[in-house]
């Protein structure tokens, strides 16, 4: 099995580095010239010292405000020192977690003391409902499907509105057993519960990472439901329908685009559809009260 890729594996060119001794007027030139935010401070021998970012300069100008600015000052008096960095040897999941966790925009790519590169923060965040973007999605589920044999990846039809439009995704993890139950995790149902979708990520995740893990199953995975929804933060589609209540109707594209797949394949034993709600801490489960088994074969 393939492994998931490193961040060795993606790493850019060498980054330009600053030195702490550089007067900080030089260093604002030395950003603006090499079209960058930010820069790793580094000592003679290439060692990490610290960071120095768009973010610390601003407090150059706030202080020029009242005064000139400190022409003498130099890079040290200005970098940040407490700085978060990984070795080249994690996986990429790994460093977009530390991103998720953290309100950072740079991750210095440091082995032994010395700075190869650094990983920047992705320009949309999770969090950012303005700035989710289903192309950005889609690449996340394409490079896990690459990453593991056990894993392929197909549209079941596209989502259409006056101004959007997106596929809506099936990731499909084959396990290794003769005999094999079938499930189907989704999530995203509805757009504001941004959590549903990484749940579904972080499973297919585990899923490449440790497939024997999951060797008796095959799962079918929909990990964005209401892309529209999602982009926009909203828990409603793009007409203003509950796709959630509306399922058994299928009065809604989505519930079609992903009924139409579902009826025509096996049962499933189990279907998790990840929803979530911020009014109560931990995770708690609610079960499907509808008496139709025409895709679930046991319901218990
Ligand atoms: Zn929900």
Redesign the pocket.
């Known amino acids: 099995m393939k492994q998931l890729p490193r961040i060795g594996d993606h790493m850019d060119a060498v980054v330009p580095t600053l030195s702490p001794e550089t007067r900080i007027m030089r260093a604002v030139d030395f950003l603006l010239r090499h079209r960058v935010t930010g820069a790793p401070v580094v000592d003679s021998d290439g060692r990490l010292l610290g960071i120095i970012t768009e973010t610390d300069l601003l407090k150059l100008v706030t202080e020029g405000i009242q005064a000139q600015p400190p022409t003498e000052a130099t890079v040290a008096e200005y970098m940040t020192t407490d700085v978060v960095t990984v070795p080249p040897t994690v996986d990429i999941y790994y460093v977009a977690g530390i991103f998720l966790k953290n309100k950072i925009r740079r991750l210095p790519v440091v082995e032994d003391g010395h700075t190869l590169t650094w990983m920047l923060r992705p320009a949309y965040s999770f969090a950012d409902t303005q700035q989710r973007d289903i192309y950005q999605f889609e690449q996340r589920l394409v490079q896990l499907v690459e990453s593991s044999e056990y894993l392929s990846m197909r549209t079941l039809g596209i989502v259409k509105y006056d101004t959007f439009s997106s596929p809506i995704w099936l990731v499909t993890f084959e396990g290794d057993a003769v005999k094999k139950k079938k499930v189907f995790i989704s999530g995203g ?2 757009g504001d ?1 941004p959590a ?1 979708p990484e749940a579904v990520l972080a499973t297919i995740i585990e899923a490449a990472n440790d497939p024997s893990k999951y060797e008796h199953v095959n799962i079918d995975f929909v990990p964005l439901v209401n892309p529209s929804g999602w982009v926009n933060g909203t ?1 409603l589609n793009g007409a203003d329908e509950d796709i ?1 209540r509306g399922f058994h109707l299928l009065n809604s594209q989505e519930a079609i685009i992903i009924n139409d797949y579902l009826i025509s394949h096996n049962r499933y034993k189990l279907m998790i559809d990840h ?2 709600d911020p009014r109560y801490p931990g995770f708690y489960m609610v079960t499907y009260g509808n008496n139709d088994l025409s895709l679930v074969s046991d319901v218990t």
């Open positions: 149902v509805h519960e549903g828990r959630n929803h979530e």
